[in-house]
Nanobody
Framework: VQLQASGGGLVQAGGCLRLSCAASGSIFRINAMGWYRQAPGKERELVATITNGGSTNYADSVKGRFTISRDNAKNTVWLLMSSLKPEDTAVYYC???????????????WGQGTLVTVSS
């Protein structure tokens, strides 16, 4: 299973970016997908998650600015980031909780990370 993330880059404060992450490989079902981020010198933190039913959860720091969405048929999740702030600068990682077979368990998989830099 691979999670391929893309869309990071350099943006000015107040700008927008959209991150994408596509899961591929031997996948029976993806339960939840999400985005986490890790800023220099800090621990990885949750940004947003979305279930296969469409229920979403956001970190307080991004509520009202970020929107997570997914396409279950394409095993893809997006994160639209608006009103970006310098404190949003981090490496963003996509995550998927998935089953590789009907009788298998649910395990987390991670993408390689994509750097988002917000300049002031």
């Amino acid at each position: 299973v691979q999670l391929q993330a893309s869309g990071g880059g350099l943006v000015q404060a107040g700008g927008c970016l959209r991150l994408s992450c596509a899961a591929s490989g031997s996948i029976f079902r993806i339960n939840a997908m999400g985005w986490y981020r890790q800023a220099p010198g800090k621990e990885r933190e949750l940004v947003a998650t979305i279930t296969n039913g469409g229920s979403t959860n956001y970190a307080d720091s991004v509520k009202g600015r970020f929107t997570i969405s997914r396409d279950n048929a394409k095993n893809t999740v997006w994160l639209l980031m608006s009103s970006l702030k310098p404190e949003d600068t981090a490496v963003y990682y996509c995550n998927a909780l998935l089953e590789r077979s009907r009788l298998g368990g649910i395990y987390p998989y991670w993408g390689q990370g994509t750097l988002v830099t917000v300049s002031s």
